[in-house]
């Protein structure tokens, strides 16, 4: 069985040393590729090394919303030198937030930053991973503005509603799923999984963030050192903790967890079970699936898994 973590942050500066190991034991254990996100000027080379030293890591780099001011002037200009200089990279983490950190910086320059990005995507031919909080009304005016996107849009950690599912999906968009969909209310996310078409399925870890709400003893979990996140610095918090205003989530992470424990993308096991349970499929089904979406997805001209 094969399994495509389709987002995460293994450059994230609380495991950087860490991820060689990491990356060691998850292809030990099945998992094949790594999409690592980058989410700001400051960690794009990271990622960049990152996918240097490991074939198994597809580079992403792109603005989060949540660090569009912390960008130089020359952002955008040092965002397509990176395209240049690494065919096989994808664009993300992009996208906006309406949570209430995003709150905390003009949404206008959000989508104006997050369109860019989008349109660049596109004439890159390559497939973008996307972060909506409590914005997808928004969203959906963007992709249709934008759009339609064939290389596809991953729609990262989605917790948006069913009735959203086949417009999003008309203009291109994947539906990938992360250890917070265990936040959300089963009947609901039962139904929203159920709407979602079978080639449009990705499951992610968002790692070293999103550890999945279950026993602590059940799950593989990474000590990092909190001290050297620079999301902490800047947002007094992690921007990828949903908000808890987020009226889908119910709780943001597992319970008791300690500070300094981290998710390791092992865990996307854990999201797999999951995921097929509410979807009453088979466990090897549901791989099969999301693994084949994400290598139909991850290839494209320049990249190094468009193998077979
Ligand atoms: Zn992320």
């Not at 959203?164 to 039962?190: C, H, N």
């Amino acid at each position: 069985m094969k399994l495509f973590d389709a987002h995460c942050h293994l450059q994230d500066p609380r495991i950087f040393s860490l991820a060689p190991q990491l990356i060691r034991s998850s292809l030990d254990s099945g998992i094949a590729h790594f999409a690592v996100n980058g989410l700001s000027e400051n960690d794009w080379h990271l990622v960049k090394q990152m996918s240097e030293s490991h074939p198994s890591v597809v580079p992403c780099f792109g603005v989060h919303p949540l660090f569009v001011s912390e960008s130089t002037d020359r952002w955008f200009t040092v965002l397509r030198q990176y395209f240049d200089s690494t065919p096989s990279a994808a664009v993300g983490e992009i996208g906006i937030d309406k949570g209430s950190r995003g709150r905390e910086i003009d949404f206008n320059v959000q989508v104006e930053v997050f369109k860019k990005q989008l349109e660049l995507a596109k004439e890159l031919k390559r497939p973008a991973s996307v972060h909506c909080v409590r914005a997808f009304g928004d969203l959906l005016d963007v992709m249709r503005e934008t759009g339609p996107f064939p290389e596809g849009v991953i729609l990262h950690s989605y917790l948006g509603s069913a009735e959203m599912v086949p417009e999003l999906a008309r203009l291109g968009a994947y539906f990938s799923f992360s250890g917070f969909l265990m936040s959300m209310k089963l009947q609901k996310a039962k139904k929203m999984l159920k709407a979602v078409p079978c080639d449009r399925i990705l499951l992610e870890t968002d790692a070293p963030d999103a550890v999945p709400k279950l026993d602590l003893n059940d799950l593989f979990l990474v000590e990092g050192d909190p001290s050297l996140s620079p999301r902490l610095q800047t947002l007094g918090e992690n921007p990828h903790l949903r908000a808890k205003d987020d009226m889908s989530v119910v709780e943001k992470e597992a319970p008791g967890l300690p500070k300094e424990m981290l998710n390791h993308p092992a865990n996307i096991q854990k999201v797999l079970t999951y995921v097929a349970s509410l979807l009453e499929m088979s466990e090897e089904e549901l791989a099969e699936i999301s693994y084949s979406n994400a290598i139909r997805l991850f290839c494209y001209e320049g990249s190094k898994i468009c193998q077979g």
